[in-house]
């Protein structure tokens, strides 16, 4: 894991959960995490929603002024230099689509001081809407990357279907994932499975979640 990774994709790909298991990891393993929530568009899935598990794992949250609240005002303010020099690692969750990645795009000359310690990683999920093939994922994440002025350098595979997913859901994405990988030419970081599908955990260049996000219609 490199010193700063930026988390993008669509709508509904998984991204929030993928950064929350990515700071988890990072703070279990004894490293000083920062989480950035950059997702000033979308005011179900945000990473500002777990600040109570952060707080229990030591992971530093900055988050949107009025997240956690039913405005959703794109208003956020972060020093990336400090971060990116005082925590061990720091991840960026940004907004979904090109929408989103605009705030990122305020601090791409900040960030390019870092720009060899930078993973931009590219969530995709064929079981969404409007990302069913290579073809459509790839306009997409050429979208994101002219919204964000960055580029991104690899690909992380979180085909899912939330709580019904299951192994076959996500072995039946491999091919969809690999051809976007060979015409991006952008390698795949991880494939992304829930831990409970423990048959996929001897595959290589996997990476186990745990669902903390939670939706508002989510009940125990």
């Not at 310690?117 to 999920?125: A, C, H, Q, R, T």
């Not at 306009?139 to 019904?164: D, S």
Request: with cysteine.
């Amino acid at each position: 894991m490199k010193k700063i990774t930026i988390v993008t994709g669509h709508y509904g790909s998984g991204k929030t959960t993928f950064s929350v298991n990515l700071a988890v990891k990072a703070a279990e393993e004894g490293k000083s995490a920062a989480i950035v929530d950059l997702d000033i568009v979308n005011p179900y899935f945000r990473t500002a929603d777990m600040h109570k598990l952060f707080e229990e794992k030591g992971i530093k949250l900055i988050a949107p002024d009025f997240a956690g609240s039913n405005l959703d005002i794109p208003s956020i303010q972060f020093d990336v230099e400090q971060l990116a020099v005082s925590e061990d690692c720091l991840i960026i969750d940004v907004g979904g689509d090109d929408a989103g990645a605009v705030a990122l795009g305020r601090y791409a000359d900040a960030l390019e001081a870092f720009s060899g310690d930078i993973d931009m990683l590219y969530v995709i999920n064929q079981r969404r809407y409007l990302t069913h093939t290579p073809d459509e994922v790839i306009g997409l994440m050429y979208e994101i990357e002219a919204a964000a002025r960055m580029k991104h350098t690899a690909i992380v595979n979180n085909t899912n279907l939330g709580r019904e997913t299951t192994a076959a859901v996500v072995e039946e994405s491999f091919a969809f994932a690999e051809e976007t990988s060979q015409r991006t030419g952008l390698p795949i970081k991880y494939t992304v499975y829930p831990e409970y599908c423990a048959e996929l955990a001897d595959r290589p260049d996997v990476f186990p979640v745990k669902t903390y996000v939670r939706t508002p219609w989510d009940v125990d």
